[in-house]
């Protein structure tokens, strides 16, 4: 593929959804997670602790955004739709070989996440680039998933992320 090529398609991929599911926030998970990450915050646990920190239930540590779709999306839940995801655009990019790689990760609050809530999460791929460094093509693929409240269509949280292909 040139260099022409490989910008059109990853221009092309832009706007491209990657996911829409509904998730259940629930408390074994959110606690399973801060064990993970070695947070032993009580607010994470325990429903009095969280209530004393004004939270009105039990909040997620600051990145448990990312693992939602992993950890409450119950089938009955979901709308039956189905995307490609971003595997497509990486199948295009692996097949020249090379590696892959999680780069940066963002998260924006609009209100906490608490145990509880069921959130609509909808992904789309916003940005695909090339940068060349050390002799070395890395694309950038950026994710990003807006989450609202599934009662109030209100936003909850937009976490953005980028998969980096290194040829």
């Known amino acids: 593929m040139t260099a022409s090529e490989q910008s059109d398609m990853l221009a092309g991929l832009i706007g491209t959804p990657t996911s829409h599911s509904v998730v259940v926030v629930e408390r074994g ?28 239930n039990i909040p997620v540590p600051p990145t448990y955004p990312f693992v939602m779709d992993h950890w409450g999306a119950f089938t009955e839940f979901q709308s039956g739709e189905t995307f490609a995801g971003i595997g497509p655009a990486l199948g295009a990019l692996m097949s020249k070989g090379g590696l892959i790689l999680h780069g940066e990760q963002e998260f924006t609050y609009h209100r906490p996440v608490v145990v509880g809530d069921v959130l609509v999460g909808k992904g789309s791929i916003v940005d695909a680039y090339q940068r060349e460094g050390k002799g070395r093509t890395m694309t950038f693929v950026v994710v990003e998933t807006n989450w609202t409240d599934e009662r109030t269509g209100d936003p909850v949280v937009t976490t953005r992320f ?5 040829a």
């Open 162 to 166: 980028n998969v980096i292909h290194r």
């Open 29 to 56: 998970p959110v606690s399973f997670f801060a064990d993970a990450v070695v947070d032993d915050n009580p607010v994470y646990k325990d429903p009095a602790a969280a209530k004393d920190e004004g939270f009105e």
